[in-house]
């Protein structure tokens, strides 16, 4: 397992303003994800974090609004650029180098924007 | 692609009652899925998983789930709902080799009447 400490846990923002949160894992590893929920909804996944190269994101996500960094193995950021009203929800870093594609999960970021 | 259907997003059972949370899963290949409890203000906990072998999964709490490649499902079930299942339950699939994050179900609410 990997235990994941996310920064902050929770904010609140200003409309047109950006956000950059903070994943650290406790140990090495290669597949990292950032998923955002929205309020009363799933998990959606933003996009990949590779370590060493640019981000792998998903359809309607872009690297201006949600870009990621992922200096090394143990850690990444996601930051929410310009925000508005919408990006209000919960963002979730996760971890997961089994084969049989168990996450671990961090407690995640709140974010609300005003 | 992968897509993963929970039905009820929202279930209410009695204290001591069955607990029968329904997914259902697409996939072109065999899939690894998960079964994961998100508590209020916390991150996602691996409640079970099935990858191979036996399609019975027994996991955290009493739960378990049975895996049934010819109705596509992977129920989530508890023969006695005690009041600290009171929470989100998401259903979770991996079916393509070679994407490593996990597609989400919806979600289904349970609350636990005393």
């Known amino acids: 397992s990997a235990v994941i400490s996310q920064k902050p846990s929770r904010d609140i923002c200003q409309r047109g303003t950006s956000l950059t949160i903070q994943c650290q894992v406790d140990?090495?590893?290669?597949?990292m994800f950032w998923y955002r929920q929205q309020p009363g909804q799933s998990l959606t996944l933003i996009a990949t974090?590779?370590?060493?190269?640019?981000?792998?994101?998903e359809s309607g996500f872009v690297i201006d609004k949600f870009p990621i960094s992922r200096p090394n193995l143990t850690f990444s950021t996601l930051t929410v650029s310009n925000m508005s009203p919408e990006d209000s929800s919960i963002y979730l870093c996760?971890?997961?180098?089994?084969?049989?594609?168990?996450?671990?999960f961090g407690e995640g970021s709140r974010l609300t924007v005003l | 692609a992968q897509s993963v259907t929970q039905l009820g997003s929202h279930v209410s059972v009695s204290e001591g009652a069955l607990v029968l949370l329904r997914c259902n899963y697409s996939?072109?290949?065999?899939?690894?899925l998960f079964w994961y409890v998100q508590y209020p203000n916390q991150g996602l906990q691996l409640l079970l998983k099935?990858?191979?072998?036996?399609?019975l999964v027994k996991g955290i709490n009493g739960f378990e789930a049975e895996f049934k490649k010819s109705e596509t499902s992977f129920h989530l079930t508890k023969p006695s709902a005690h009041m600290s299942d009171a929470a989100e339950y998401f259903c979770?699939?991996?079916?393509?080799?070679?994407?490593?994050?996990?597609?989400f179900g919806s979600g289904t609410r349970l609350q636990v009447q005393p």
């Open positions: 979770a699939a991996r079916g393509d080799t070679g994407r490593r994050a996990l597609t």
């Open positions: 974090a590779n370590q060493g190269s640019e981000a792998t994101y």
């Open positions: 996939s072109s290949v065999p899939p690894y």
């Open positions: 099935y990858t191979t072998g036996a399609t």
């Open positions: 140990s090495q590893v290669t597949m």
């Open positions: 996760s971890v997961g180098d089994r084969a049989d594609g168990e996450l671990f």
